[in-house]
């Protein structure tokens, strides 16, 4: 199971540490936590707004209605707090840059590594092609030859085209907070089966 990018209370005391910089709405948290991650975390409004609501009834933020919005603001009791919980702050910060870290490495390797056994076998392919006609006593002409090049080319294209496709739906998971090494095991296995089927590998 895949831990929480916040461990248990942490994302009420970061919060505090972006609304002691200046006053958000709900919606500008957001997007702060997601410029301060990379694009790797985007907490969801279901899980902002019960949390400024709760620091609210503590009295460590306020709010004032600005038009059909409403704007967060730290108190001096929000203050206090987040001062005497800095290195708690300090810990957070070096813990969440750590796991984004190792998820995107992960994720990285996985699908090189899947990138490259399909290359692999796509030139074992061809390879084999030309051994049998050999073999069966066959001289592959020149336009054969050209055949089987462009087919391998026309290959290539397609996985690169496909490896950018899967790295771009991947970002997007990772913005969106949805990638988990889950998502990772569940995409080697789906690009195992492919190759099995393709290749008619047992």
Do not use: C, W
Not at 122 to 140: H, K, N, P, Q, Y
């Amino acid at each position: 199971m895949t831990p929480p990018v916040f461990a248990h209370g942490h994302l009420r005391l970061y919060l505090l540490s972006l609304l002691a910089d200046e006053p958000m709405h709900g919606y500008e948290l957001i997007l702060a936590l997601e410029e301060r991650f990379g694009g790797t975390y985007t907490p969801s409004a279901g899980t902002i707004y019960p949390r400024l609501a709760k620091l609210e009834e503590e009295g460590l933020v306020s709010k004032v209605p600005d038009g059909r919005k409403t704007v967060y603001a730290i108190t001096d009791a929000g203050r206090a707090e987040l001062a005497a919980r800095q290195h708690e702050l300090d810990e957070i910060e070096s813990d969440l840059t750590d796991s984004v870290r190792r998820l995107a490495d992960e994720v990285r390797s996985s699908v090189n590594q899947a990138m490259k056994s399909l290359r692999a076998d796509l030139a074992a392919a061809a390879r084999e092609a030309r051994t049998e006609a050999r073999s069966a006593g066959r001289t592959v002409r020149n336009d054969v030859r050209e055949t089987v090049s462009t087919h391998l080319r026309e290959a290539e294209i397609v996985l690169n085209d496909f490896r950018h496709e899967v790295r771009s739906d991947l970002r997007s998971m990772a913005a969106r907070g949805e990638l988990t090494p889950e998502t990772v095991s569940g995409l080697k296995s789906r690009l195992d089966e492919v190759r099995s089927a393709l290749f008619h590998l047992d």
